[in-house]
């Protein structure tokens, strides 16, 4: 699978729009950009997954470049229980044999200070 | 409806003792995943289960782990003669299969394994 990067690290406040970047400058066209998170002591839970347009759901946004090397996933008003580690993944598309599973990068660690 | 469990919750261990976790998955699910997660090595992958065949076991750090799954449903992951490195958060999912991009994972809440 394609590589990603994130910050380590971010912050917060409240009721503040965040926008968690992810680099994955070696994707492939067919690959696709999924969001996961993981609260404190709890497994991970998906967020969103988008391939070229940008995307929406309850639980957040999506932003992907128009060159698919980098994405954002924004939560448009932080509250204290959005505090968890977020990953980015890429996934491969039907027909790749990495579709199963998961793989974890080290994410980026959101604090929301209240 | 129920979402992914595992039992049990913690377990601790001696070193050289022999471990089962276990995992029900949704309902219905078809897919079924191990992953781990300690302190050093961050989440990773173990084994992959469809049905109750594993395309993919290429995760297993050592022969010491095993894993099957019965009946298309529940699966037991076993670790004999446990090792301290062993001590970690055991994570379960399970999806509904499809294959391709869409297949989102349900995770259960994880067994903590403590080996001393």
């Known amino acids: 699978d394609a590589k990603t990067t994130q910050p380590n690290s971010m912050e917060s406040n409240e009721e503040e729009p965040v926008h968690l970047p992810c680099n994955h400058s070696t994707i492939s066209g067919t690959d696709y950009i999924h969001w996961y998170r993981q609260l404190p002591s709890q497994g991970p839970e998906y967020v969103i997954h988008?391939?070229?347009s940008n995307v929406n759901n309850r639980m957040a946004s999506l932003a992907i470049a128009e060159d698919r090397k980098s994405s954002t996933l924004i939560l448009h008003r932080a509250t204290l229980r959005d505090a968890a580690v977020y990953y980015c993944i890429l996934r491969a598309n039907a027909g790749g044999t990495s579709y199963g599973k998961l793989t974890f990068g080290q994410g980026t660690i959101l604090t929301v200070h209240p | 409806g129920a979402g992914v469990s595992q039992s049990p919750s913690n377990k601790v261990t001696e070193k050289g003792k022999d471990v089962e976790l276990r995992c029900d998955p949704i309902s219905g699910h078809t897919a079924l995943y191990w992953y781990r997660q300690s302190l050093g090595q961050g989440l990773e992958f173990l084994i992959y289960f469809q049905g109750n065949s594993a395309p993919d076991k290429s995760g297993l750090p050592s022969d010491r782990f095993s894993a099957e799954r019965t009946g298309g449903s529940v699966s037991t992951l076993t670790i004999q003669r446990t090792q301290q490195e062993d001590s970690a958060v055991y994570l379960c999912?399970?999806?509904?299969?499809?294959?391709?991009?869409?297949?989102?994972?349900?995770f259960g809440p994880g067994t903590r394994l403590t080996v001393l």
């Open positions: 988008g391939l070229t």
């Open positions: 999912a399970s999806s509904a299969g499809r294959a391709g991009a869409f297949d989102t994972q349900y």
